[in-house]
């Protein structure tokens, strides 16, 4: 685990401030070998000679393996390809084989699993923030002099802030020189100062000011946490590695308001903010000194400086290196901002499941609003007894993982192992079948929660409805990195983060008067069910029509593969 400790930003840090004393790397040891390639003509060249003399030729060169899609027919079983670059320009650092200890797809099982959990646990600890304190509602109410709708302007101003971040976050974390540890770990730190604040504020301008701060500088783990994931995981594992980490980040904004319940009986509403000070700050103590850089063109570009360094050699850089001396600040601002509006307003299938994901995921955060309807208002459940309500989602969640986990590995990670064509839609009859739970999950919440039966019908509805979320989360995102060429991936997933988050944000603004508006004396939140029951029947019809038509949009999409 020295080497997490070493590339991780604490470890870092020591680095330079101990000129290179400490967690130095192999190519600063003295008896280092440098690989001929990367000596300059003449200075090394005897001693070259010399040091590769007991080596075999097949050392004298390094290699990189990049695992590639057969883009001809859109399948995703991979070939390696040893690619050797070397012009008279440039020297290009890249990983020295398929099995290259610095790569961080050849970790340990062990080591994967501390990263996929290190970045869960990150994801998990932010996500709680987004609705901690609406246990405490009406606490904040009085304290902050504002209605109810108002005082759920705080959960607005964070998912719309977790939404907007990505677009600084993102193209920032792919920089070379940049990486994606230290934007974690410095942003994480901004998020732990600024809950000092938002505990102590005493009005509700500063109070929403501080929380879509909160949520900007809380968005680079939920935008890139699934990239980081896909960087320690072989491609045909990388399914089931993006579901474990997703439990997380789906469980996340559920156990906010479990926690919240209790700490706002315990010691009122402004204690679930130190309540997310104190775990988010054990998360940046851990992600600090034990966190370690993933991102290929980061590492990459990190080696060659050290290489650099050893043998004088200035024609040594990378390909990352390259690309970053090429873009200009208008190639980058189209990169982030425009193309991201281009592919959503060009392509049809992102349009389609932005818009899909984006209900999706503001009915999950419409329970916020509706469980205190009905469970609070309707059934007196305490204050505590509601914040146990929410574990029935997580419930969902878990049982969904546990199907859809053997599911996905029978139906892509075997076929892809034993070298068959594996096609984007393998992923789209589980997506079906979340639709179709969700939907009915919707409509079992809204009418078995009456004034006179059991108060757990309604529960098997919100748990149901969870499941199908969670089922159409992990296809439809694996459907969309399977179908679109590497270049346009990040500006998709940009899009689908904005796009939900800027809906979900609105939600639980009127989320309230939706319910309210519609309640009969017998169901009190049927007919508001019912009606984003429909809306979600109908958004089946998306799915069905990829899993139809998938390979006829891809052909006349110039941004699919």
Known sequence: MLDFVRDSFGGRIVYHLSNHKYFSYPEEDADYVIPEKYLLDGKYRSDAQSLHRQLEDDNEATASTTSTSTSTNSSLSGNTIIDNKSTDDHVF??????????????????????????VAFLTTSVY??????????DQ????????????????FT??????????????????????????????????????????????IAGFCILRFLGGFFASPCLATGGASVGEVTKYWNFPLSLAIWSI????????????????????????????????????????????PETY???????KAKRLRAKTGNDRITTVGLLENESRTMNQILVEAVWRPIEVTVLEPVVLLIDVYIAMVYSVLYLFFEVLPIYFVEVRGFT????????????????????????????????????????????FIPIAIVGGCLF??????????????????????????????????????????????????LASVFASNDLVRSTTASVFPLFGAALFNNLKIDKFPVAWGSSVLGFIATAMIAIPILFYLNGPKLRARSKYAK
């Not at 709680?128 to 509602?137: E, H, I, K, Q, R």
């Not at 901004?190 to 505990?199: D, E, G, R």
Request: glycine share 10%; charged share 10%; hydrophobic share 50%.
């Open 140 to 155: 904040l109410q009085r304290d902050l002099s504002v209605g109810r709708v108002v005082g759920t302007l705080g959960v």
């Open 439 to 488: 939907a009915s999950g919707l409509f079992i919440f809204g009418w078995s929660a009456t004034t006179y039966t059991h108060w757990i019908g309604p529960l098997f509805g919100v748990a149901a409805t969870t499941a199908g979320a969670f089922l159409m989360f992990q296809t439809l995102f694996n459907y969309m990195g399977a179908s679109f060429k590497p270049e346009y």
């Open 93 to 118: 650092v890249e990983w020295d084989g398929d099995d290259d200890p610095e790569d961080p797809r050849n970790w340990s099982l062990f080591k994967k699993g501390f990263f996929i959990f290190e």
């Open 128 to 137: 709680m923030a987004s609705a901690v304190y609406t246990p405490g509602l």
């Open 383 to 426: 204050t505590v007894e509601l914040g146990l309500t929410y574990l029935a989602l997580i419930i969902g969640v878990l049982i969904a993982a546990s199907i859809y986990l053997p599911v996905i590995h029978h139906q892509f990670t075997k076929p892809i192992l034993k070298n068959e064509a594996v096609y984007p839609e393998v």
């Open 248 to 291: 997380g980040a789906v469980c996340g904004p559920s156990l906010g308001p479990f926690f919240g319940s209790i700490l706002t009986v315990k010691a009122g509403w402004r204690w679930t903010f130190w309540f997310i000070m104190i775990v988010s700050g054990f998360s940046l103590a851990m992600l600090t000194f034990l966190l």
């Open 158 to 203: 964070f998912v719309l802030g977790y939404g907007i971040g990505p677009i600084l976050w993102s193209p920032l974390s792919e920089n070379a020189a940049v990486g994606r540890s230290s934007i974690y770990a410095l942003t994480l730190l901004v998020f732990v100062i600024l809950q000092i604040p938002t505990a102590l504020v005493d009005n």
């Open 296 to 302: 290929a063109p980061t590492l990459l570009a990190r």
